[in-house]
């Protein structure tokens, strides 16, 4: 495993609410980000995952805690000293400037030579693909353009670690997709450590090494997207992560469940009589037609899948079958026997 | 929790030397040329001998003279204020409603503008030419004789010609954002044009009306120079009281008392403004006034109407201009019309030294106030440090009081060792810079609020400091605000009186105090030139200003706008 780059140990930061009083924006926050890693801060809005990254940006200050990159303490370390590439939401290219002049700034600043600046300069725009756009002017770009612009200005400079903040949220569905696929693979072309926000899970797990998911300011669960999507910690993650039902479970024996009425064999780990609550993924329930058990109350036809709503007891359960046999689907109505495969069962804690 | 906060303020300040350069050197600056005059203006009316004391208060009081002076400061104030606005509310409904073409338009905004623009005599003696014992109209054409000029009347009426621009710039904007739309969809609904004039469009510019009124108050409150002309003896004001007190009895404290008075409806004036108007604007002020289509919601003989009324008014303006531009080229006025270059003359030889000097003191204090203002205005809007929002009131005092207090408030504090700076072009440079920069600060606030604070995150992230970013992306992005900033600098320099009268002197002098010398000296055909010339070079300056700013704006305001600022 390469070394750590980036370290947050206990890294908290605090507003001011004109209703609430004091609230936490971001509460104790530990992460380290490996050398060359790609990790993602995932959450809803407001759950301090960019206040996190403006920290490490040095944008904010924390009010507790350390932050380091490399090795050295940068906790109250402007950010022009910080050797960061930051990637904004809204591109932040200097409207005043041209393509070139944007991607140069970093390159001015230091005062390297003209030659050189030349060089690195074409080099970059010949990597995101905008050769030959050195002359225009920013509002003259698509958006997409722009953030690739943003993206080269950001790595020309060969920063140490290189910081996204929502950077594809104002971009369309399908350029979002593009644009996502070619910050992952430049990332790993020049191989810097990298933190990238989103609200956006599926973006995160296709582009994250590792996530963590953050919740009211706090990291709830990190680790790879198989662990998020099958080993969620919490029922936050579990909900947060992919479509979910999380049902109340009694413990029968070592290796037996009772869910809505349906003995189920899964190795909870608990002893007899105690209960649960389970995580249990669509499309690790089977449904078949039957006499009696559970209830089609909903279908949706997507294609490649069809989704169900079926009421099981008192619980209302999102089941997914991709079907190849092309079946009829099941109709409103129809009563179905509904079987869970206990390897896509996970229990919460 | 503020403690914390200002404890990381104070410590990413000592770190980022930059900044702290900045505010270090502002606030002294700040400190000496407007809270240490302002506190030895103070101590001066308040005290004798060290003692604290409220006798020159109480002893101004109960002088008659003086009470009559408040008082008709607040009358000439208000009524000014309701003319005013009442004129202004005209031709911003004949801007907006009337259906004009855009060279009409232009036409109507020169002659609203040119008064603000002018110096302070221009009308005053244009109303002398007209209605003086040998005035154009009231000798001339009605054939009267020994009538007077001067009184409260002429007073309020010059005074109004010259401030109404005022509350056509506020209620222009205010009533172009009142949605035709909102009107039609009333006319639409059945409602007779005159009812919803009075349901819909008034009640949305109420706000509007307010703010016009107490700006034009304010104005009046603090005009020294058309009372000074036009007042006369039987109706003391407030200003002119304590100028005369000051250079007629050299009696400063009486005189610092007296413009203390003038503080207090002032800063009444200011707060209203401030805390209630500024908070009841329904419609969002945007400062842009675009085209729009005739409004059905004015009736034809309406719109006829306020194109007649404001084109009158417009007419009168133009009339005034043009009897001055008359009486800088004829012999003297009114007894010998004959033709002359004569006072050109006169001003070009015997008046060079107050052009000079003023030229002078414009262009130095033109770059240091558009620079000061427009970093005032970046670091109150942008940056994070202790004391901030003081720095932004204290920022803008001279601004708002009325410059009477302040100039007399100068030549308290720098009269003396260790400041004896009185006499000199710094200390009426300063007086401008501090004077008028606020115009500057405020438009670089309001610029900077469109422009989103990544930019500049993005310049740090790239590995530039605070100074670097400032340079290189902020003032770029700013400059508008700077030329607008600068620009006002210049057209106050060349223009204000109020307060540099108290601190000019023989080797230092302005072309609007040779204005006021020769119409006391009665040599109305040098006044009428040098304010000819004035209006001239500020007309040239403004318009070439106003070109570098169109050439400015066009990378940035438009497009770049839209698809930057956002987000």
Redesign the interface.
């Known amino acids: 495993m390469a070394a750590t780059s980036i370290r947050l140990d206990g890294v908290s930061k605090r507003f001011d609410h004109t209703v609430k009083g004091e609230v936490y924006a971001v509460r104790r926050v530990s992460l380290s980000v490996a050398t060359g890693e790609l990790l993602t801060l995932l959450g809803p809005s407001g759950c301090g995952k960019s206040t996190t990254l403006r920290m490490i940006a040095g944008f904010e200050e924390p009010d507790e805690g350390t932050i380091s990159i490399d090795g050295r303490d940068v906790t109250h370390v402007l950010p022009n000293r910080r050797g960061i590439g930051f990637v904004f939401q809204n591109y932040a290219l200097f409207p005043h400037l041209s393509i070139f002049e944007n991607v140069a700034y970093g390159l001015r600043v230091q005062g390297r030579p003209e030659t050189e600046i030349a060089r690195a300069v074409g080099e970059v725009l010949e990597l995101v693909g905008l050769a030959g756009y050195e002359r225009q002017q920013p509002h003259q770009l698509s958006g997409g353009e722009q953030q690739r612009v943003a993206l080269a200005r950001a790595v020309v400079f060969h920063p140490k670690v290189l910081l996204f903040d929502e950077p594809l949220s104002n971009l369309d569905a399908k350029l979002r997709v593009e644009m996502r696929e070619q910050i992952r693979s430049l990332q790993k072309r020049i191989g810097i450590t990298t933190v990238y926000v989103t609200h956006d899970q599926e973006e995160a797990m296709a582009i994250s090494d590792r996530i963590a998911v953050m919740d009211r300011g706090e990291v709830v669960q990190d680790g790879t997207a198989q662990d998020l999507y099958y080993r969620p910690a919490t029922e936050f993650v579990a909900r947060f992560i992919g479509r979910t039902n999380i049902l109340g479970a009694r413990v029968l024996s070592a290796d037996e469940v009772e869910i809505e009425g349906l003995k189920v064999p899964f190795r909870s780990g608990l002893t007899a009589g105690q209960t649960a609550r389970l995580v249990v993924r669509p499309e690790m329930i089977e449904l078949a037609p039957a006499s009696t058990g559970g209830e089609v109350v909903q279908h949706t036809f997507l294609g490649e899948k069809t989704d169900y709503l079926v009421k099981l007891g008192s619980s209302t359960l999102q089941a997914t079958a991709s079907d190849h046999s092309r079946r009829p689907i099941l109709q409103i109505g129809q009563p179905v026997a509904v079987r869970f495969h206990a390897e896509g069962i996970h229990i919460l804690k | 929790?503020a403690a914390?906060?200002l404890a990381?303020e104070t410590?990413?300040m000592l770190?980022?030397p930059a900044l702290l350069g900045a505010v270090v050197v502002l606030w002294l600056l700040l400190g000496l040329f407007v809270l240490y005059p302002l506190a030895e203006l103070l101590v001066r009316a308040f005290s004798d001998e060290g003692r604290f004391t409220l006798e020159p208060l109480l002893g101004s009081l109960a002088d008659s003279h003086h009470r009559a002076a408040f008082v008709n400061s607040l009358i000439l104030g208000g009524t000014v204020g309701v003319l005013g606005t009442v004129l202004g509310f005209l031709f911003a409904m004949t801007a907006t409603r009337a259906g004009l073409g855009r060279h009409w338009l232009t036409l109507l905004d020169a002659a609203a503008l040119l008064p603000l623009v002018s110096p302070p005599f221009t009308t005053s003696i244009a109303i002398v030419f007209s209605f003086g014992p040998k005035g154009f109209i009231s000798h001339d054409l009605l054939g009267l004789d020994n009538v007077s000029a001067y009184g409260f009347w002429s007073t309020a009426l010059a005074e109004t010609l010259t401030y109404f621009p005022i509350a056509y710039l506020t209620l222009r904007p205010i009533i172009a954002a009142i949605d035709p739309n909102l009107e039609e969809m009333a006319f639409s609904l059945g409602g007779s044009r005159w009812r919803i004039f009075r349901t819909v469009t008034l009640p949305l510019a109420v706000p509007g009306f307010a703010n016009a009124f107490l700006l034009l108050f304010a104005a009046s409150l603090a005009d020294f120079a058309t009372p000074l002309i036009l007042a006369g003896n039987n109706f003391p004001v407030l200003p002119t009281q304590a100028y005369l007190q000051i250079t007629g009895m050299f009696d400063f404290k009486g005189g610092a008392v007296l413009s203390l008075m003038l503080l207090v409806p002032a800063a009444a004036v200011y707060l209203l403004q401030r805390y209630w108007v500024g908070r009841r604007v329904y419609v969002t002020v945007t400062g842009k006034v675009g085209q729009r289509s005739r409004s059905r919601a004015i009736a034809p003989w309406a719109a006829v109407l306020l194109v007649v009324a404001t084109v009158l008014v417009a007419v009168a303006i133009l009339y005034f201009y043009a009897l001055l531009l008359y009486a800088s080229l004829v012999v003297a006025f009114g007894a010998n019309n004959s033709f002359t270059w004569q006072h050109y003359h006169v001003i070009f030889t015997e008046g060079l030294p107050a052009i000079r000097d003023t030229l002078i003191i414009a262009l130095i204090g033109m770059p240091l106030g558009g620079f000061y203002g427009v970093l005032v205005g970046y670091l109150i809007a942008r940056r994070r440090f202790p004391g901030r929002q003081a720095m932004e009131i204290v920022s803008m005092i001279n601004y708002a009081l009325p410059g009477t207090i302040v100039g007399i408030a100068y030549l308290i504090a720098f009269n003396d060792p260790p400041l004896a700076l009185t006499g000199g072009a710094l200390i009426i440079v300063a007086c401008y810079i501090f004077r008028y920069s606020p115009t500057g600060i405020r438009a670089t606030v309001a610029l900077l609020q469109q422009i989103?604070r990544?930019?500049e995150?993005?310049?740090?992230?790239?590995?530039?400091?605070s100074g670097?970013t400032f340079r290189?992306?902020t003032l770029?992005?700013i400059a508008p605000a700077f030329f607008a900033g600068l620009g006002v600098v210049f057209i106050r320099s060349m223009t204000a009186i109020s307060a540099t009268i108290f601190l000019v002197s023989l080797s230092w002098t302005l072309i609007t105090v040779r204005i006021l010398e020769n119409m006391t000296e009665l040599a109305l055909g040098p006044a009428a030139a040098f304010s000819v010339f004035v209006i001239v070079v500020v007309f040239v300056v403004v318009s070439g200003l106003s070109a570098l700013l169109m050439r400015l704006r066009t990378?940035?305001a438009?497009?770049?706008?839209?698809?930057?600022?956002?987000?």
């Open positions: 929790m914390r906060g990381a410590r990413r770190r980022d989103d990544s930019l995150e993005a310049s740090a992230s790239l590995g530039a400091g670097q290189r992306v770029p992005l990378p940035m438009g497009a770049a706008a839209r698809s930057l600022l956002g987000g």
